[in-house]
Nanobody, 124 residues
């Protein structure tokens, strides 16, 4: 079992950047697919980005060209670099993990483990 802890959220201005990090416990992090999802007030949770255990990535159309997911297996960490932020990016961002993650899954039902979330607020 793995525990996930997100960090890096906060208040940022439109057009600004922020990097989210998700630290994972355990020794098998390299075998996990990792994903980032977000949930805005009054909206359903949605896929943002994912990376497989072989470093294949997938990004939602709404963030392509602005957000980048990456992983550092030596540090058991996955990052989400968020650039050119928009007001619509305001949400709670959740990190998710799935053991033996062969693909960068976009469906949240594919993930077994979740972090507690970190708030990102983009101001005008």
């Amino acid at each position: 079992q793995v525990q996930l802890v997100e960090s890096g959220g906060g208040l940022v201005q439109t057009g600004g950047s922020v990097r989210l990090s998700c630290a994972a416990s355990g020794r098998t992090f390299s075998r996990y697919a990792m994903g980032w999802f977000r949930q805005a007030p009054g909206k359903a949770r949605e896929f943002v980005a994912a990376i497989s255990m072989s470093d294949s990535t997938n990004h939602a159309d709404s963030v392509k060209g602005r957000f980048t997911i990456s992983r550092d297996n030596a540090k058991n960490t996955v990052h989400l670099q968020m650039n050119s932020l928009k007001r619509d990016d305001t949400a709670i961002y959740y990190c998710a993990g799935r053991l033996y993650g062969f693909r960068p899954y976009t469906d949240d039902q594919e993930y077994n483990y979740w972090g507690q979330g970190t708030q990102v607020t983009v101001s005008a």
